[in-house]
């Protein structure tokens, strides 16, 4: 059973169009993240969050943006969708601390994949 | 260059062979690693962390070389189940709670 839920599971959009990806985690981890991951390819780091109204960009440029007004959720948007967006969006969260595990363990939900037209 | 790197394979392996494979990271000052799993079209889920002597988990044993930056995942009596592609992750110390992500490597079992 997951205990991090990503709605939609796939979105076929129109160019232009506003998307949110949704993203509710119910193991009350302050760290939250997305990651864009295209077939074969490295995950990439578009946003994060430790903790509410905490957010930050991560090391791929992304033209969405997150918020975090909620620990549990954690929405991605892109106000304007292309064809470049197309993509694999996986959200995922970890405990704060622990140094050697806890903040190293991250459980993934089942992906967004998006295909914008 | 990129952070982590692995062989993208894909490693053809029949069933109940013995199968291992190697993950370079740049950054020396790295202090954490980890094997995660990732089956086709599905999320990755964290298989195993690697610690400096070296660990075991049932079929599976983690290596970690820091001489030479590598870490390692050797996979004994494969399963038709053990298809998958194994990510490598590194905790970079000066990035702390972002992980690096190597583009993984596809190990194919065969009946």
């Known amino acids: 059973e997951a205990d991090i839920y990503q709605t939609p599971r796939y979105l076929v959009i129109g160019t232009g169009k506003k998307i949110t990806l949704e993203c509710s985690q119910t193991?009350?981890?302050?760290?939250m993240y997305w990651y864009q991951q295209d077939p074969g390819m490295e995950l990439h780091l578009i946003h994060y969050?430790?903790?509410?109204?905490?957010?930050e960009k991560g090391d791929l440029s992304s033209e969405s943006t997150v918020s975090r007004i909620r620990t549990e959720h954690f929405p991605l948007t892109l106000e304007s969708a292309r064809p470049s967006h197309t993509s694999q969006y996986l959200c995922?969260?970890?405990?704060?601390?622990?140094?050697?595990?806890?903040?190293?363990?991250?459980?993934f939900g089942a992906g967004s994949r998006l295909t914008v037209l | 260059r990129k952070e982590v790197e692995q062989d993208p394979g894909p490693f053809n392996v029949p069933e109940g062979a013995t199968v291992a494979f190697n993950c370079t990271y740049s950054?020396?000052?790295?202090?954490?690693f980890f094997w995660y799993r990732q089956d086709c079209r599905k999320e990755p889920k964290l298989l195993m962390s690697?610690?400096?002597s070296g660990n075991e988990d049932g079929r599976f044993t983690a290596q970690l070389n820091r001489a030479s930056q590598y870490i390692s995942l050797l996979i004994r009596d494969s399963k038709l189940s053990d298809s998958a592609t194994y990510l490598c992750?590194?905790?970079?110390?000066?990035?702390?709670?972002?992980?690096?992500f190597g583009a993984g490597t596809q190990v194919v079992v065969t009946p």
């Open positions: 992750v590194v905790r970079p110390t000066d990035s702390w709670g972002k992980l690096q």
């Open positions: 995922a969260s970890s405990e704060l601390t622990g140094g050697s595990s806890g903040a190293n363990v991250l459980t």
């Open positions: 950054n020396s000052a790295s202090q954490s």
């Open positions: 690697v610690y400096s």
């Open positions: 193991m009350g981890h302050d760290k």
């Open positions: 969050s430790y903790g509410v109204n905490s957010t």
